[in-house]
């Protein structure tokens, strides 16, 4: 679905935090994350369509990343695991198998690795996002 190359976004703070907590109501979604700084973070995204996510409390971040869809209006979110760069230079993983990835992008966004734990731990479309501080 993305388009766009892949920019990251969000406060430099959200790299080497974790996401704490994730509530979705209709077609908004907030997800509170802990910067490695241990100040916390609710960041809120509105006019969500899709949502790819799998128990990401207490995922390590490496980063937030969001790319362009193929509609103007709309953007692809991934809040990417820190352990999914660990697996990027890896040609085989005795989990998910092998892949000739040399971008996140292209590491299969679904597959279950180290014991669980997933590349992207929350993937979603959305219409707009605002962070703040809490």
Not at 84 to 105: D, E, F, H, Y
Request: proline letters at 4%; glycine letters at 8%.
């Amino acid at each position: 679905m993305s388009i766009g190359p892949l920019r990251y976004v969000g406060h430099s703070d959200f790299h080497d935090g974790s996401i704490l907590a994730v509530s979705r109501t209709e077609n908004k979604m907030h997800v509170t994350i802990e910067g490695s700084s241990g100040k916390r973070y609710v960041v809120e995204f509105d006019g969500v369509s899709s949502v790819e996510s799998e128990s990401p409390e207490g995922m390590m971040l490496y980063a937030l990343s969001e790319a362009e869809t193929e509609a103007e209006s709309l953007l692809r979110y991934e809040f990417i695991n820190w352990h999914a760069m660990k697996l990027m230079n890896r040609v085989q993983n005795p989990i998910c198998g092998s892949w000739p990835a040399t971008s996140l992008s292209q590491i299969p966004i679904s597959r279950t690795c180290l014991k669980g734990s997933f590349q992207v731990g929350i993937l979603l479309v959305a219409g707009s996002v605002h962070a703040s501080a809490r």
